[in-house]
T-cell receptor, first 113, second 114 residues
Framework: ETGVTQSPTHLIKTRGQQVTLRCSSQ?????VSWYQQALGQGPQFIFQ???????GRGNFPPRFSGLQFPNYSSELNVNALELDDSALYLC????????????FGNGTRLTVT | QQQVKQSPQSLIVQKGGISIINCAYE??????FPWYQQFPGKGPALLIA?????SEKKEGRFTISFNKSAKQFSLHIMDSQPGDSATYFC?????????????FGTGTRLTIIP
């Protein structure tokens, strides 16, 4: 069973730039969720994708967008980066059924300077 | 608005002791309450979870106690071991999102000393 993998592991960007983060879901999982974890804080829900469509969104502006592909992998795109976007971005996969636990990847550490 | 409040922020427990982490929530629509364990450089991993129709759930050395009327739940780690040293997050979710949209607490950094 292959777990959730994220790339890259670390990234440094300049304010105003755009970034794309990638996630491969665990084998057999059809739902992907993205979370932002600021230093010393709990993860915050960004959005979820199921059947290649956004299926729920947290309190994040439109410059945070995503995609899910037919193989259930996913991308998180952030435009017009701000210093406060510096965080660990976590991808989690699951099944779209009740009681399906989230399986998190190890995240991408984004630093915006 | 912080919907799930977690305490303490950090906790030091002697090996063999009991570690207790508490969480309180405000949203009465929450119906799923998991605990996650996170080691440095890793993503959170599900430890144990409970639904509000039971007051306690035990899995090995880990127990969740749930008080629906007080809107509180806690994690107890019995016989704490140095390998339990990690950051622990409580979380909660509403039924309309299934189990995927979790609201997390701010975390507790647990250190088990020999």
């Amino acid at each position: 069973e292959t777990g959730v993998t994220q790339s890259p592991t670390h990234l440094i960007k300049t304010r105003g730039q755009q970034v794309t983060l990638r996630c491969s879901s665990q084998s057999g999982h059809n739902t992907v969720s993205w979370y932002q974890q600021a230093l010393g804080q709990g993860p915050q829900f960004i959005f979820q994708y199921y059947r290649e469509e956004e299926n729920g969104r947290g309190n994040f502006p439109p410059r945070f967008s995503g995609l899910q592909f037919p193989n259930y992998s996913s991308e998180l795109n952030v435009n017009a980066l701000e210093l406060d976007d510096s965080a660990l971005y976590l991808c989690a996969s699951s099944l779209q059924v009740a009681n399906s636990p989230l399986h998190f990847g190890n995240g991408t550490r984004l630093t915006v300077t | 608005q912080q919907q799930v409040k977690q305490s303490p922020q950090s906790l030091i427990v002697q090996k063999g002791g009991i570690s207790i982490i508490n969480c309180a929530y405000e949203n009465t629509a929450f119906d799923y309450f998991p605990w996650y364990q996170q080691f440095p450089g890793k993503g959170p991993a599900l430890l144990i979870a409970i639904r509000p129709d039971v007051s306690e759930k035990k899995e090995g050395r880990f127990t969740i106690s749930f008080n629906k009327s007080a809107k509180q739940f806690s994690l107890h780690i019995m016989d704490s071991q140095p390998g339990d040293s990690a950051t622990y997050f409580c979380a909660a979710s509403e039924p309309n999102f299934g189990n995927e949209k979790l609201t997390f607490g701010t975390g507790t950094r647990l250190t088990i000393i020999p």
